[in-house]
């Protein structure tokens, strides 16, 4: 199963990359992400609550990180377990460029569900998938727009730059947990193919 | 309906070949049915059974910790709990039909121990007071698995990369091989193409159910909802629990479906049993329809390269084929029938002098195979019958003529077929005349007068006509018994050990009984399927209880007169073999007579009769479509369809007739919507009927079936031939011909089933990119 997508962001790269790394926009971006939680150098957790038709769970997701090329890409593993419900898996390459008036963010994942989520929920899962994705990016770019002005001055800036490097490091971190998140989101897109 | 009457043993009202309301139908549709979810008793507890979400993996632990401590629950079991009960064994489910040493090591284990192999694997069952917590314990056991490589299909499982049995070093367990003739045959006309048929199966209103119950104090252990073959499940459960058969009972409840899948042994019927003797309580279960897609037995996923030689003048020289079945995951009690009967039936009804055929058996981590009404053969006919239509354009000869050409024919009866190795078995067609068959069939569908519709396009949608020539087996032996009582009160009470899964077999066997006895259908009771009611009994499957079982109350008949005639002998001043029975059962001699009653003591008459063979029957038979496909949406509506088959003899029209409906909608079912589709890691995906799509009477509307008794077998004193998968047989290839016929314009065939609107719009699509040919 693979799935493959770009969405365009009216925000210069620097900003979409400070936005991501805001755990509290990200949280209310992804619809029923409860937490995001670093357990490791490279891992990170994230509690989800996710309905597939018939099957209701909380997910608990383990993300893991490499390749990365900041601020441009990297590579996200992911396993979602959603205990009796089900569970989820699979790889995602996600790529940001400056585009003109904004930034382009591609994604390209491949993704497993199993258990009782791909029995019962197979034929759901596009429409669960797409709606999740949707709600994401509208809620994402509604609060890029809202913090910060259209002129692209990124606000963040200063405080990047007098940021220690383990605190950047850390907020990278966060930020790779976050579209880990939206990993997840494009798995159970990604299942129905 | 063209049943043949019954002749030397009818009575005034003749019963056999009379169309008689089924005596099932009026209790089941006042709802006074019982099947296994109506029983309840004092005390009874529920199961769950946990079950593998992961398609092959090392299975690490099970913990149950949590689900022992949550309401209700009484007790959660594991392998390791069945191990140590059972003193070290773990049971394992042995092949019912066609056992070999070398298939034991695939046979499935009751409880998955050290590795699963499916998604659906049983790793636990958790009893408790209600169905509803034992699944919420069911969910909260946690199965730790360490997942391994996937062998999701047949050519993985050839890859040999990943196997599901490490120590055997292969997931190809072993190849049957038919042949007949010369191997290497050669023929002025060669054509070779591979087809495939999609994994489904046999999806029953009832689903699979028990109850368990252990009386301790006697030993025995009672089992209701027992199907199909209840003595071979009393016999392997007997094994499995370390308990003398007779020590058990297989009650047989209302069943509601059969078709092959319901009724094997599976897991369950040993876990549930085990449970309340451990407990010592009743424990029910009832699978809810993800479980009953996920764990009942599969079937029909079959692929084929396969190669006709012929003479110019479309006469077949040989068919010679390589196949491979996909298992599943372990070999079930009736895995063997279908890769079996592929290999043995591919050449149909036809005169074949020279076949090869190689069968193999694959493992895949996906749920195991068994049965499916018409197994192999509905399969093998979709193959046979496309190819056999594609040589028949390429050498220009009409798709009539050329099956008129190579059919058996009655003079070459009984006919040698290819021989199946490795467990040998000679096999030969009974009788009957197979090109009767299909000219009935072209004519009653008027194809002559269709036939300039092929291909045509008419308001958009392209009209094909298509047609199929099948045998059907039937009548699997060894034997059957029947024992019929004759009480005081002039009732004949019939036991058999045939079973009934919804069949209408209660009626039938009164109506056999009532000419064999020259005794109202109304004073005939017919009791069937239970332990408690025969010693041994042979069940219900490959057709075989109207043959085997109805040829045994035939001569139980035999018997109980002759007990007559022995009482009555005295009474009459007479020697018994001058006593002539009568209509009624009413005893003569001399002017005077008795009637039954008067004979009859405290205990009743009792007469035991049985029947024994190794012949099987073959009905037989001819099916034409006639579809219109659009182009645009690849739907295909189907405008006619019609089986002409011939089953030796009717016993009943109207139960032969449902036979024959309800088995051709089930193959269209397999030809256009049925499909349990997994994905590439093993992945069950078809958990529901939203996602299973089943036929519904309004999807298929215009089906007919005529069916004749015009040629008795000789194999048997009924003449009766197995008539319960025939309808199904011959769906694929004939539907299949007719969509590419249809399509011929576009130059693309069908090689492949289900025909879903996206396969059809596929093909179509495919056409206009690269050229094929049809």
Known sequence: ???????????????????????????????????????????????????????????????????????????????????????????????????????????????????KMAQVGSRLVQGVAEKLSEQFF???????????????????????????????????????????????VVMFWAASH | MNGKQSTKESFAAGAVGRAVERFEDVRLLRGEGKFVDD??????????????????????????????????????????DVVRVLGGRMPTIPLRLIPMPELVPFEQPVLARDKVRYVGDPVAIVIADSAAQAEDAAEAVLVDIDPLASVPDRHAAC???????????????????????????????????????QRHTAVSMEARGLLAEWDAARGMLTVAGAAKVPFSTRRTLARCMDL?????????????????????????DFLVPFAARQLGRPVKWIEDRRENLLGSNHSREMDIEIELACEKDGRMVALRATAWVDMGAYLRTSGAIPPRTLAQGLSGPYDIPNVHIDVSMSLTNKAPVGTYRGPGRFEGTFFRERLM?????????????????????VSQMPYQIATIRPVEQKEWFDGGDYGAALERCVTE??????????????????????????????????????????????????????????????TVCAQIASDALALPMEKIRVFHGSTTLMKAGFGAFHSRCVVVGGSAILDAATHLKAALCAAAAARLGCTADAVVIGDHLVASFNGKTIAPEELVGAAPITAEGTFESHKHTYAYGAAAAHVAVDPKTGHVELLDYLMVEDVGRVINPLTMHGQA?????????????????????????????????????????????????????????LGAKGGGDGGVVPVGGAVANAVSAALSSFGVGVHSLPMSPAHIWKLVQSSRTEARPA
Request: hydrophobic letters at 40%; glycine letters at 12%; aromatic letters at 8%.
């Open chain 1, 1 to 115: 199963m693979k799935l493959a997508g770009d969405r365009f962001i009216p925000r210069e790269q620097a900003v979409v990359w400070a936005a991501l790394n805001d755990p509290a926009t990200l949280r209310q971006s992804i619809q029923g992400c409860e937490s995001l939680t670093r357990i490791g150098t490279n891992e990170f957790q994230m509690m989800m609550l996710a309905a597939i038709g018939p099957v209701r769970a909380r997910f608990n997701a383990k993300l893991t990180m490499s390749e990365v090329q900041a601020p441009t890409s990297y590579v996200l593993t992911f396993t979602g377990n959603g205990g009796a419900a089900g569970f989820g898996s699979g790889k995602a390459h996600v790529q940001l460029e400056p585009q003109s008036g904004g930034t382009r963010m591609r994604y390209e994942a491949s993704a497993q569900v199993g258990g």
């Open chain 1, 138 to 184: 509208t809620s994402f770019v509604a609060q890029v727009e809202a913090n910060s002005p259209p002129d692209g001055a990124p606000q963040s800036g200063p405080h990047e730059a007098a940021t220690s490097p383990a605190d950047r490091w850390y907020r990278q971190r966060r930020v790779w947990a976050a579209v880990g998140a939206l990993a997840l």
């Open chain 2, 39 to 80: 029983l309840h008793r004092e005390g009874m507890l529920h199961a769950a059974v946990v079950r593998s979400a992961v398609p092959h993996g090392r299975l690490i632990s099970v913990d149950t910790a949590h689900a022992i401590g949550m309401p209700g629950v009484r007790a959660v079991f594991t392998a390791e």
């Open chain 2, 159 to 197: 890859r040999n990369e990943s196997l599901l049995f490490e120590a055997h070093g292969s997931n190809l367990p072993i190849t049957y091989t038919a042949s007949r003739g010369d191997a290497d045959a050669k023929a002025p006309y060669v054509r070779r193409e591979k087809f495939s048929v």
């Open chain 2, 244 to 268: 003398p058969e007779d020590c058990i009972e297989m009650i047989e409840q209302d069943v509601g479906g059969g078709f092959g899948v319901r009724g094997e042994f599976y897991p369950e």
């Open chain 2, 389 to 409: 239509d594609m040589a028949a354009r390429d050498l220009g000869i009409d798709p009539v003529e050329f099956r008129r050409r190579n059919l058996v024919k």
């Open chain 2, 445 to 506: 569908f008027g194809w002559a007068a269709k036939a300039h519709l092929q291909g045509e396009r008419i308001n958009g949608r392209y009209h094909g006509l298509g047609l199929a020539c099948f045998v059907e087996g039937g009548a699997a032996g060894p034997r059957e018994n029947v024992r019929l009582e004759l009480g005081a009160d002039g009732l004949v009470s019939l036991f058999t050990g045939s079973a009934n899964v919804g069949q209408g077999m209660e």
């Open chain 2, 661 to 717: 409906i309800g088995g051709i909608m089930q193959g269209l079912g397999g030809a256009f919507l049925e499909h349990l589709v997994y994905d590439d890691q093993g992945q069950f995906l078809s958990g529901s009927l939203a996602d299973y799509l089943l036929p519904s009477a309004t999807d298929f509307p215009n089906i007919r079936a005529i069916v004749t008794g015009d040629h008795p077998s000789p194999n048997n004193p």
